[in-house]
């Protein structure tokens, strides 16, 4: 079954920013065990990091084109890793390994079929 895991938080970009170069090589640690973990017992579907909400843009349901992200917000999307792997529990256990600065979001992918 297919996770969507949602890295982020308050001023997730700004927090990231303001990192040591010793916090952010802890991180990249940590992103390095979550992925020797997932070859062990899943799959890495994608993932990546996402740019600041600035440099964002929404189409409204009446679609309409704004600049920025749909809301304001505190709460900030920093990035995202689809995994295939058994169960929630699964997938909660990897992304425990994630860094813990941010938080981590788990959401079941809903496997809708489109034709």
Do not use: Y
């Amino acid at each position: 079954m297919n996770f969507l895991l949602l890295l982020g938080g308050p001023d997730h970009h700004d927090r990231w920013d303001a990192l040591s170069k010793d916090e952010r090589d802890q991180a990249h640690a940590d992103f390095i065990a979550f992925e020797k973990a997932l070859v062990e017992r899943g799959t890495r579907l994608a993932g990546d990091a996402v740019g600041r909400p600035e440099t964002a843009r929404t189409i409204h349901t009446d679609g309409t084109v704004t600049e920025g992200p749909f809301a304001e917000s505190v709460e900030q999307l920093g990035g995202f890793i689809l995994i295939d792997v058994p169960t929630i529990d699964d997938a909660t256990e990897l992304a425990d390994l994630l860094p813990k600065r941010f938080a981590t979001e788990i959401r079941p992918c809903l496997e809708v079929k489109l034709s």
